[in-house]
């Protein structure tokens, strides 16, 4: 499990490096705008999920990361976006952190 949570932690600091690296991926389509179905790879949507986590946290001004809330959260969207394939990760993530 430990080791998840550091790939997650990598791709936290490597994805907002490839999205300023990317200008031509990153401007056709918003971050927050990008459906789950987006992602081939479960792993990658959790990444993602991950990192907005951590987007959402910082844009609430709540500068603590709550490692044993963060699992229930990637479950739950997950779970979410095999339901809702078209919804946004983002709003499936705020969402999540709002309630």
Do not use: R
């Amino acid at each position: 499990m430990k080791t998840h949570i550091y790939k997650h932690v990598v791709a936290l600091f490597l994805f907002p490096l490839y999205l300023l690296s990317s200008p031509v991926n990153a401007s056709e389509q918003s971050f927050k705008e990008i459906p789950c179905l987006a992602f081939d790879d479960q792993d990658d949507l959790m990444t993602f999920a991950f990192w907005l986590d951590g987007y959402v946290t910082g844009t609430q001004e709540k500068p603590l990361f709550d490692q044993e809330a963060i699992e229930p959260l990637l479950e739950q969207t997950l779970t979410t976006c095999q339901s809702n394939p078209e919804k946004a990760v983002f709003q499936i993530v705020s969402d999540l952190k709002s309630s």
